[in-house]
């Protein structure tokens, strides 16, 4: 079982920590600089933007550091480790499973509304999703084999990958030394995960997948393992709005669920159920004693 320790570092966490940031911010500039060159203006240069994105606000502020302040920068980030089948197998099934309970709790957060005194922050946060949804949906606007198959490679696997290397095999791993606590580095890690997609209506929901990919990562060490339910969950999401856009079905799977009637309240209750027990059967039978829970 990978380990995280000081001695992974050349430097402290902490000295580490502020490193990382200070290449993010770097990278995210030249990249918003170089971004703002490509434009977004139409589907193709929104695709190219998309990638750009993805290699210099989420990988390369990564790579910078860990090539720094990592002892082994494959090891610390866990790109070295490669799951076993059986947690593969596992993982891609809570994701599926857990499909019904998740749009109930999108839709739930999606329904919230703020104090009638903020009303103006709510227009304000309400028209920046929109504007972002608006992104997205162009990115997933295509009917092609083609669109879809650039979809997935983008959307799913390279931001999967991307932002998991971000958030997982970097961030995370750093809170987790400088903490000496997985959980509060898990769910501290989620918590920014989610905040940085700037969606508060949405904030809970990318909240606890993004805490669900901190635990795939510290139960297998591997990078691979939440980069891969991450590259499916967003993969699942963009071959349903192409099923939709080429007419080959009138079903919408986020709405799963999350209708109301008593027929979808029993199968998010069942996805609830089956999410539950699929965690646990990940956690204590394909992982077991094999967790570390503290740091040495």
């Known amino acids: ?14 000295k580490s920590l502020a490193l990382f940031i200070c290449w993010w911010v ?15 203006d139409d589907v193709v240069r929104l695709r190219w933007a998309t990638v750009l994105q993805d290699l210099f606000i989420f990988i390369m502020p990564v790579a910078m550091t860990a090539l720094i302040a990592a002892r082994n920068p494959l090891r610390f980030t866990g790109v070295d480790r490669w799951p076993c089948s059986r947690a593969v197998i596992w993982t891609m099934a809570v994701v599926v499973l857990a499909i019904p309970a998740m749009n109930v709790i999108v839709q739930w957060n999606a329904s919230l509304t703020l104090p009638e005194s903020m009303s103006r922050i709510e227009q304000v946060l309400r028209a920046s999703e929109q504007a972002a949804n608006g ?5 997933m606007s295509g009917t092609s084999v083609l669109d879809l198959i650039l979809s997935i490679l983008i959307m799913g696997c390279l931001t999967g990958i991307a932002e998991e290397l971000f958030f997982r095999g970097m961030l995370q791993k750093l809170l987790h030394v400088q903490l000496r606590n997985a959980h509060i580095a898990i769910w501290a890690t989620a918590v920014i995960f989610s905040a940085v997609h700037l969606q508060f209506f949405g904030f809970v929901p990318r909240m606890l997948i993004g805490a669900f990919l901190g635990y795939l990562a510290w139960w297998s060490g591997s990078l691979w393992l939440p980069a891969m339910a ?3 969950n967003n993969s699942l999401v963009v071959i ?6 080429t007419g080959r079905s009138s079903v919408d799977a986020n709405s799963v ?12 209750a069942i996805s609830l159920a089956a999410t539950i027990g699929a965690l646990w059967y990940l956690s204590s039978r394909v992982f077991g004693k094999s967790r570390k829970a503290t740091i040495d």
């Not at 079982?1 to 902490?14: N, P």
């Not at 992104?135 to 990115?139: A, T």
């Not at 349903?240 to 856009?245: C, D, R, S, T």
């Open 135 to 139: 992104m997205v949906m162009m990115l």
């Open 240 to 245: 349903n709005q192409w099923l939709v856009n």
């Open 26 to 40: 770097l990278c995210t500039l030249l990249g918003s600089v170089i971004i703002g060159l490509v434009g977004a």
């Open 230 to 232: 991450h590259a499916l």
């Open 257 to 268: 669920g999350a209708d109301g009637s008593a027929v979808d309240m029993a199968i998010a």
């Open 1 to 14: 079982m990978f380990i995280y320790m000081d001695q992974q570092l050349r430097i402290s966490a902490g």
